[in-house]
């Protein structure tokens, strides 16, 4: 059972990245699946989260009206749309998946399994 982060990479201020999130071993349907990011120096932050039917979605504050999570059921894969990036968006960022997103969607020992992690980073 495992995820797999993937997309990140080198993009230049105003930009855009889509990362993905893939799971091998089970289906990405039962999960509620969070986006957290990290930062050099800084604590893991909750990016967004989609809950197990896509209707429901939460972003952080810092990235609402930019970034978009999505997910395409036929493919087991969950999708982080990032658009007009900016400096601070430069963190590695992870997938997650739990049972559910709910008001503490941001808190990370509520996720069971974790990707390893992608690069993002923002060049200014």
């Known amino acids: 059972v495992q995820l797999q982060a993937s997309g990140g990479g080198l993009v230049q201020a105003g930009g855009s990245l889509r990362l993905s999130c893939a799971a091998s071993?089970?289906?990405?349907?039962?999960?509620?699946i969070g986006w957290f990011r990290q930062a050099p120096g800084k604590e893991r932050e909750g990016v967004s989260c989609?809950?197990?039917?896509?209707?429901?979605?939460y972003y952080a504050d810092s990235v609402k009206g930019r970034f978009t999570l999505f997910r395409d059921k036929a493919k087991n894969t969950v999708y982080l749309q990032m658009n007009s990036l900016n400096p601070e968006d430069t963190a590695v960022y992870y997938c997650?998946?739990?049972?559910?997103?709910?008001?503490?969607?941001?808190?990370?020992?509520?996720?069971?399994?974790w990707g390893q992690g992608t690069q993002v980073t923002v060049s200014s």
């Open positions: 071993g089970f289906t990405l349907d039962y999960y509620a």
């Open positions: 997650a998946a739990g049972l559910r997103c709910g008001s503490n969607w941001n808190f990370p020992p509520k996720y069971e399994t």
């Open positions: 989609i809950s197990t039917s896509g209707i429901s979605t």
